[in-house]
């Protein structure tokens, strides 16, 4: 049972608070390609997370949480919209993006409260599901999400290929590609999310409630 953290507030995170949002966004995938060089981040990663907070604010199709204790921004945590082909009935759901707390701060129930803020604003735009993707490797946080009742779903599997022999490889990904070209404001890359806002005017993920 998490301790209750003294003095720290959470809220959405504000324009000028985009380095803090960074940094731990930085932290969070520093950790991750520590599991997983897969994860490493692309060179320039911070242009495409100032645009999907920039997105943000004009869009509201996501949401940014920092954690506050005093002045210093301890712990963050990134919700988004997603919504699958026209194929399935149930297209909709939130997903959690990120999810990070300093290494100091662990254990005191940050973690737990930038969650419940996030699931509220889930609730909040009307969604009935959230996903998230872990690694498999990383034990403390499959059990933080076991704890607070989530459970897998499906699972990646995944193998490595020999080297391309062209660089870069080939996509023909016509879809997408002019998204990412436009504008990357989805930081989780789903095809038929990006499918579909490419399609639209604006995101078709957002549900109104
Ligand atoms: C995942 C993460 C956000 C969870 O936050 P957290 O603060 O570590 O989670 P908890 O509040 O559940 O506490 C973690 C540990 O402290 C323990 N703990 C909680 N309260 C405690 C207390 N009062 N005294 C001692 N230990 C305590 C918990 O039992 C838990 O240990 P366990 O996992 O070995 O059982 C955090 O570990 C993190 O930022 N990790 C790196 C980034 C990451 O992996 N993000 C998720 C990507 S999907």
């Known amino acids: 049972m998490a301790m209750v953290a003294a003095h ?9 608070e985009s380095r803090a949002v960074s940094r731990l966004f930085g932290a969070l995938h520093g950790h991750n390609a520590s599991l997983d060089p897969r994860f490493t981040l692309a060179e320039g990663w911070e ?11 004009s869009h509201d199709h996501s949401a940014t949480f920092l954690a506050h204790r005093v002045d210093e921004a301890i712990g963050l945590a990134i919700m988004d919209g997603n919504v ?3 194929l399935y009935r149930h297209r909709h759901w939130a997903e959690l993006v990120a999810l990070y707390v300093s290494p100091a701060a662990r254990g005191t129930g940050v973690a737990e409260q930038l969650m419940e803020a996030g699931l509220d604003w889930a609730v909040g735009r009307g969604f009935d599901r959230l996903q998230l993707y872990v690694t498999a490797a ?7 999400y076991a704890r607070l009742g989530l459970r897998p779903t499906q699972e990646i599997w995944a193998t490595d290929l020999p080297a391309p022999s062209m660089h870069p490889p080939r996509h023909d990904d016509h879809i997408n ?11 989780s890359v789903s095809q ?14 957002v549900m109104t409630p």
Do not use: C, M
């Open 8 to 16: 720290v507030t959470i809220r959405r995170a504000r324009p000028e």
């Open 47 to 57: 242009h495409w997370l100032r645009e999907f907070l920039d997105h943000e604010r």
């Open 84 to 86: 699958d082909s026209p």
């Open 138 to 144: 990383n034990e403390p946080a499959r059990r933080f």
């Open 177 to 187: 590609e002019p998204a990412f070209a436009r504008g990357h404001h989805v930081l």
């Open 192 to 205: 038929n999310h990006l499918h579909a806002t490419d399609q639209e005017e604006e995101p078709t993920h």
